[in-house]
């Protein structure tokens, strides 16, 4: 007879992070969406971090055997008073996480939080998650404690988390290279966007979502928090370009308008919109719900995705899914994405975009395009399914 095996999947994210929600909500509906001879002995259970908004949760209530909404999966005050004093002392580490999961019979729980003094003695199987190594590469957008603080956990994790999932081979690659004596078991789990079908059932629903913004029929989209990472400015930079030679392309962004890490940042955005006169080429919606997202995503004649680094981009999955264009800077995890209608473009070159915004102008026309998006679904069903597949080897491998 096969055991069921009880999974837990831990959603710790916030508003301030979108992009570590929809990946915990991905995972959840791929494996929900297996074939039932592929699932029927897996019972899937949720665990919310206590601070997470319902609503960013409750689509997925029917989809799980239970959630579990806990502080748990927090740290509070004192984890981090004995992350700094007491991190080798194993009786000193928070234990509640693992008390849930025992009285809930886990068999594995997933992704673990890098430790800020929450015990990792499991007595289930487990894996941390690491989606990319960014303040590697773009130390000066963070501070010098944070940066510390980034390769103690990490630190600590290479040398005692049994299992690390990697969202991407680039991150792999990464974790090769700076932690060469880790002896932890190392997967690659690249994500994919699991499209919800209320997305597809109105063909006229992005017009509609287009005038509620009142939005002109064609504009490029993009869907990225205003991390200064993510490079809103190259964009501002390009419009300024074709202004001067009389070309106008719209740009509207989504995405919440705030960078903890540089305050200032959505301020010195709104000001050179204001400067250069762009305000009705550069429009920033801020965070809106996910479906007029996706509609507007449909409605776009490109998406843009200028990011100077990532970790897997949910933006390059979302518009695979939908069949659309992307504009993708040439950084390697975009390239490995190898989303198959990418027009790639330097990302510190605003000319290179330029040149790639004025030609879309005029050869693109405002979407849905059924036929694009129906190709894109079938093959989404093949990629998503793939997804959940590799996820559950994973469980097998290190419960087994």
């Given at each position: ?53 319902k609503?960013?949760?409750e689509?997925?209530e ?12 927090k ?14 002392v ?24 890098i ?35 980034r390769?103690?956990?990490?630190e ?27 002896k ?6 690249s ?32 869907s ?52 250069n ?11 809106i ?46 390239k ?27 050869k ?19 990629e ?17």
């Open positions: 007879m096969i055991k069921t095996l009880n999974i837990a999947i831990l959603m710790q994210a916030d508003d301030n992070w979108m992009g570590g929600i929809i990946y915990i909500k991905n995972l959840v509906k791929s494996i929900a969406e297996l074939p039932a001879n592929k699932r029927e002995h897996i019972k899937l259970y949720l665990f919310i971090g206590s601070n997470l908004k609503s960013y949760y689509e997925l029917n989809l799980v055997e239970e959630i579990y909404v806990t502080n748990c999966i740290p509070f005050f004192l984890n981090r008073l004995l992350w700094k004093v007491g991190q080798n194993s009786w000193l580490r928070d234990r509640r996480l693992i008390k849930l999961l025992e009285s809930k019979e886990i068999d594995f729980v997933y992704p673990v939080p430790n800020w003094g929450i015990s990792w003695e499991f007595n289930c199987g487990w894996s941390t998650w690491i989606p990319d190594f960014q303040h590697k590469y773009l130390p000066s957008y963070f501070s010098t404690k944070e940066i510390k603080s390769d103690k956990a990490f600590y994790l290479s040398n005692n988390s049994l299992n690390i999932v990697f969202s991407s081979k680039s991150a792999l690659s990464d974790f090769a290279a700076f932690y060469p004596e880790s932890a078991q190392k997967f690659v789990l994500f994919r966007t699991i499209p919800n079908q209320d997305w597809f059932e109105n063909d006229l629903a992005p017009t509609l979502v287009q005038e509620k913004y009142n939005l002109p029929n064609k504009f490029f989209l993009v990225n928090q205003f991390w200064i990472h993510k490079n809103h400015q190259l964009i501002i930079e390009a419009l300024i370009l074709l202004k001067r030679t009389n070309v106008k392309p719209v740009v509207v962004c989504t995405g919440k308008l705030y960078d903890s890490r540089f305050p200032k940042y959505g301020e010195e955005i709104k000001n050179s919109i204001e400067k006169s762009l305000s009705d080429q550069f429009i920033i919606l801020g965070l719900p996910r479906w007029d997202q996706i509609q507007l995503m449909r409605r776009s004649l490109a998406v843009i995705q200028p990011s100077l680094f990532e970790g897997w981009s949910t933006v390059v999955e979302d518009a695979r899914v939908l069949g659309k264009t992307i504009l993708l800077s040439d950084i390697s995890v975009h490995e994405q190898n989303s198959p209608s990418a027009i790639f473009f330097k990302p510190d070159s605003s000319q290179e975009l330029a040149n790639h915004l004025e030609l879309l102008t005029n693109l026309m405002p979407g849905p395009d059924l036929i694009s998006e129906s190709e894109a679904r079938t093959n989404n069903k093949i998503c399914q793939t997804y959940a597949e590799q996820f559950l080897n994973i469980v097998q491998t290190v419960v087994s």
